[in-house]
């Protein structure tokens, strides 16, 4: 019995005595700290879910171009801006209509936006149906005003 109240005792100091520990996920360095490079970025860390939101872009210095998507929506539009930290500002967007064989390909431009990206995270792998390169250069061409065909 003795022995029974002092674990007890016992027990309770090690829990009055010692401060409470949280442990903490290691977090992702900001996107601003990422060397020049294609990353994919998404609000989940799994690739290829449906309806989730993913972010491709290529990093160079303080620059981002890239192309944010809905994965299997038509939900998707280029994007470009200067990185500080995980936000991105002067942020121009590039929405394009569905090709129709009755009109032109319509580009629709909004600039001088800021956008945070601390909700997307590193993806790990890639994405089966979005090629990354392919995208991130026809936002190129949208953004620079030449639209490719």
């Keep these: 019995m003795k022995l029974k109240h002092y674990l007890t005792i016992f027990s309770l100091a090690l829990l009055i005595g010692f401060p409470s520990i949280t442990i903490n ?15 994919l970025y998404g609000e989940t860390a799994e690739p290829n879910q449906a309806g989730e939101h993913y972010i491709i872009f290529r990093k160079s210095n303080d620059r981002l171009m890239g192309f944010s998507y809905y994965r299997n929506t038509s939900e998707n539009f280029c994007f470009s801006g200067v990185v500080t930290g995980n936000a991105l500002s002067n942020v121009t967007f590039s929405e394009t209509s569905v090709p129709d064989p009755d009109r032109p390909l319509t580009v629709s431009l909004s600039t001088g936006h800021s956008w945070d990206l601390s909700k997307f995270i590193p993806v790990k792998g890639t994405d089966s149906q979005v090629n990354a390169e392919t995208e991130i250069e026809r ?4 953004l620079q005003g030449s639209v490719p065909r």
């Design 25 to 39: 996920k290691a977090a992702n360095p900001p996107i601003e700290n990422l060397p020049d490079g294609i990353y």
């Design 139 to 142: 936002c190129t061409q949208l």
